[in-house]
Each structure stands twice: as C-alpha cells, then as structure tokens.
C-alpha cells in the first residue's frame, strides 16, 4: 500500500500544478479538475460513484484514500478508454438516482444487474459472481441454525440491495435498513436485529477483522447473481466503452492480478 501511497500523493501534486496554472476550474473530491462543469484541457474523466464501506471491494484505508478491488479494477477499466476516475461516495440507495440523472457517469460498488434495475440502468458485463447470501448472528445467538429460522425474526440489510429483498423472501418480520454496509454489523452487534444479510466477501472480511468475536456465519444461500457496473440507460457509447475496456482488462492479465492482490488467490480459485 506504501506505493499506492506515493502515487497518490504524486497525482496530488500534479492536480495542484494544474489549479495554480488555470484559471476559472475546480476540483472535485479526488482532484479531477473541471472548468464549466467538465474535464479541462484534453483530460477526460469518468466519474464514477459507490460506497466506501464494502471491504475488501471498495473501501478506506488508514490514511482516508478509497481502495479496494473495485476501486483499483474502474481505474484500469478508466486507463484503457484514455480516462481518469473522479470518485463520489454515496449511500446504496443512491445509487439508481445518480445514474439516472447524470450525476455520476457510471456506479461500480457491489451491484447487481437485476431486472428491476434493469428498467432504470444499463450494465457492464459481469465482474464478480456473488455465489452466496450469508447470514450472521451474534456469538452467543442458539435460535437461528438455518435460513428458515429467519421467519418472524428482525433482520438488518443494506437499503435498496438484493440482501434486503432476500431478507423479505425468507420471511423476516422486521427489516432494519443501512445506509451503509459497515451499519448492519454495528445493528447486530447493538441488538437492534437478530441477523444480518449481506454477500460472501463482505461476511468473512468483517469476521476476518475481529468479527469473529462478536459474530457467527450460520448460513448460506445460493445466489447466481453477479456484480455489473451500473451507467445511464441511454449512453449507449458508455456502455459499449465500459466493456470493451472491461475485456480487454480481463484478458490482458490486469484482472487476475487484481483478483489476487484482494482475495489472495487467482480467478482459478488457486
């Protein structure tokens, strides 16, 4: 991460020299610098929105910079269209809007392509396979073994995800929403749910990182569902641009090393 680092506070330096050269441009929250609301000389940049509290997806680090698997995998999908990403933070519920209303070229934060959203965005190819829900309960929990158990029971899940709507399908009586994913854990481990719903990912990071002392994984189910970047349903050069660097980044090797620099294991699953 120390390289990572260092990069980052190049490319500050170089956004600085730019403002202290040009007059009438402002910079955005990752010092994309604009003039009239867009991309200033030959820059081009693609702003890309999501939610930072997804580990090991796309998150902050110790020093405040995003990161992650998502984050690194939209910059090399934003080098190969000759792009720069300027990143916008937001809730999960958000994510629909922004695109619909041009606020952020495309979403790319854990996202499935389904056909409710299909209605309002347009996709990128698939990038990750979701594989399973997994549900937690707190250590010391002894009335919930199986997802059936979830019936009548309090849940908490992301707002707006497919772990909320699968929460309703497995019959919980109450679902307590987050705006962010670091919230369910905390409603777990507060009392104000009995379980949590989120993605596999996700489930072991927080366990990985002291969960485990607090929390359980119980169960699982199986989801053929896949994580896609979202963009407005009209730009269909967006699209088509997206997955054509999104290729190209696949084949070319860059995935799997990104895949295991995250996961610590190879697409192969070696």
């Given at each position: 991460?120390?390289?990572?680092?260092?990069?980052?506070?190049?490319?500050?330096?170089?956004?600085?020299?730019?403002?202290?050269?040009?007059?009438?441009?402002?910079?955005?929250?990752?010092?994309?610098?604009?003039?009239?609301?867009?991309a200033s000389g030959m820059e081009k940049v693609l702003r890309v929105g999501g939610e930072a509290t997804y580990p090991p997806f796309l998150f902050k680090d110790e020093?405040?910079?995003?990161?992650?698997?998502?984050?690194?995998?939209?910059?090399?999908?934003?080098?190969?269209?000759?792009?720069?990403?300027?990143?916008?933070?937001?809730?999960?519920?958000?994510?629909?809007?922004?695109?619909?209303?041009?606020?952020?070229?495309?979403?790319?934060?854990?996202?499935?392509?389904?056909?409710?959203?299909?209605?309002?965005?347009?996709?990128?190819?698939?990038?990750?396979?979701?594989?399973?829900?997994?549900?937690?309960?707190?250590?010391?929990?002894?009335?919930?073994?199986?997802?059936?158990?979830?019936?009548?029971?309090?849940?908490?899940?992301?707002?707006?995800?497919?772990?909320?709507?699968?929460?309703?399908?497995?019959?919980?009586?109450?679902?307590?929403?987050?705006?962010?994913?670091?919230?369910?854990?905390?409603?777990?481990?507060?009392?104000?749910?009995?379980?949590?719903?989120?993605?596999?990912?996700?489930?072991?990071?927080?366990?990985?990182?002291?969960?485990?002392?607090?929390?359980?994984?119980?169960?699982?189910?199986?989801?053929?569902?896949?994580?896609?970047?979202?963009?407005?349903?009209?730009?269909?050069?967006?699209?088509?641009?997206?997955?054509?660097?999104?290729?190209?980044?696949?084949?070319?090797?860059?995935?799997?090393?990104?895949?295991?620099?995250?996961?610590?294991?190879?697409?192969?699953?070696?």
């Amino acid at each position: 991460m120390e390289a990572a680092s260092v990069k980052r506070v190049w490319a500050g330096i170089l956004a600085v020299g730019i403002l202290l050269g040009m007059s009438g441009c402002a910079a955005n929250k990752e010092g994309a610098v604009k003039e009239n609301g867009k991309a200033s000389g030959m820059e081009k940049v693609l702003r890309v929105g999501g939610e930072a509290t997804y580990p090991p997806f796309l998150f902050k680090d110790e020093h405040g910079h995003y990161v992650g698997f998502e984050m690194d995998l939209i910059k090399a999908v934003a080098k190969e269209i000759g792009a720069r990403v300027a990143y916008t933070d937001m809730p999960f519920s958000q994510f629909m809007t922004a695109v619909e209303n041009k606020k952020v070229d495309v979403v790319i934060s854990a996202v499935e392509g389904t056909a409710e959203r299909a209605e309002k965005a347009a996709f990128s190819d698939v990038y990750y396979k979701k594989g399973v829900y997994c549900i937690l309960v707190r250590k010391d929990d002894d009335q919930i073994h199986t997802a059936d158990d979830l019936k009548g029971k309090t849940v908490t899940a992301v707002k707006g995800s497919t772990n909320e709507a699968m929460a309703k399908k497995l019959g919980a009586a109450q679902i307590v929403e987050a705006k962010y994913n670091a919230d369910i854990f905390k409603n777990l481990e507060a009392g104000k749910a009995d379980a949590v719903i989120t993605d596999e990912p996700l489930a072991y990071y927080y366990l990985g990182h002291g969960g485990t002392e607090k929390a359980k994984t119980v169960a699982t189910v199986p989801s053929d569902e896949g994580f896609v970047i979202l963009m407005n349903k009209e730009d269909v050069k967006m699209q088509q641009d997206i997955n054509g660097a999104l290729k190209k980044v696949m084949e070319n090797g860059v995935y799997d090393q990104l895949f295991h620099k995250w996961f610590n294991v190879s697409v192969s699953g070696k």
